[in-house]
């Protein structure tokens, strides 16, 4: 082999890994092992979520995975930094308002009402009944706890695309 070729094929190799490297810096997979973002996401499901998230920033609707304790969560944007969310008799209220809730169709428990800080914000699951951890329970989430922005769903293979809202 010429040396020419050897210096493609080591160069075209080192590119790669630059590659592998710059692309697993920045996104991760995770797999999903409770129900509570049901029927968005499901256990067994896995994810790739963009650890860049904060070019964009988070929007309502954003689906986002945060440390809590030693455990991974996941969970979905619903209050932003500065805003007063509150629950009165199973209904989402934003600002005193009622909130625009599409991914839970009953009642939220319990009521109560959260004052989200600068650099937090507040989250629930899709399946209210079976998210335990989640802002109603711990509070709003702070900038450092959040890992990624969920991006989409990779696996299982019937079910790959864009998570709806995020």
């Known amino acids: 082999m010429s040396s020419w070729r050897r210096l493609l094929r080591r160069g075209a190799a080192a590119l790669v890994g630059l590659a592998s490297t710059v692309l697993a810096a920045r996104y991760r997979r995770f797999r999903v092992v409770d129900h509570s973002m049901t029927p968005a996401i499901e256990p067994g499901d896995y994810v790739i979520t963009d650890r860049a998230w ?3 920033g988070l929007a309502r609707g954003d689906v986002v ?16 930094p500065g805003e007063t969310i ?22 939220t428990r319990p009521d109560g009402e959260w004052v ?51």
Not at 66 to 73: A, L, Q, T, Y
């Open 86 to 107: 509150g629950i009165e008799g199973g209904v989402l209220m934003i600002g005193g308002r009622p909130a625009a809730d599409p991914w839970w169709p009953a009642a």
């Open 65 to 80: 995975v945060f440390r809590s304790g030693e455990r991974h969560m996941i969970k979905r944007v619903l209050g932003l």
């Open 116 to 166: 989200v800080p600068p650099d937090s914000w507040f989250v629930l699951g899709d399946n209210r009944a079976a998210s335990a951890a989640d802002s109603r329970t711990l509070g709003p989430i702070q900038h450092p706890s959040v890992h990624s922005r969920v991006i989409a769903r990779y696996w299982p293979w019937r079910r790959t695309g864009r998570i709806q809202g995020a």
């Open 54 to 56: 904060e070019r964009r």
